[in-house]
């Protein structure tokens, strides 16, 4: 199970830092993502931890400006937003890929079919 949290209220320009809880010990062997999806649009991509923390992934959109990392020993993945825009505002699901300890590419790390659990998603609004 995985519970994401830390959504808000931001004005443009803010920060927020998401972070997404598994109740699993195993959660440690997997590549976690973070996805997003706004009113009337599909999920979409937003960055991608591996396992071990030695790879990253980001959506061009957000490049530069948020930070994925993680806490194995607390079984924690985390999505740090920086100078944030009106247009990121969305519910922010993090999900846990399919396959442990894979190596994976951002093309498929980018397909929500990749991962196999999600969270309940937790809303980020920016205001302008």
């Known amino acids: 199970q995985l519970q994401a949290s830390g959504g808000g209220l931001v004005q443009a320009g803010g920060s927020l830092k998401l972070s997404c809880a598994a109740s699993?010990?195993?959660?440690?062997?997997?590549?976690t993502g973070w996805f997003r999806q706004a009113p009337g649009n599909e999920r979409e991509f937003v960055a991608l931890?591996?396992?071990?923390?030695?790879?990253?992934y980001y959506a061009d959109s957000v490049k530069g400006r948020f930070t994925i990392s993680r806490d194995n020993a607390k079984n924690t993945v985390y999505l740090q937003m920086n100078s944030l825009k009106p247009e990121d505002t969305a519910v922010y699901y993090c999900?846990?890929?399919?396959?442990?300890?894979?190596?994976?590419?951002?093309?498929?790390?980018?397909?929500?079919?990749?991962?196999?659990?999600w969270g309940q998603g937790t809303l980020v609004t920016v205001s302008s």
């Open positions: 931890i591996s396992w071990s923390s030695r790879s990253q």
């Open positions: 699993e010990s195993t959660f440690s062997d997997y590549a």
């Open positions: 999900a846990r890929y399919w396959s442990a300890r894979a190596w994976t590419t951002f093309g498929v790390a980018s397909r929500p079919s990749n991962y196999a659990y």
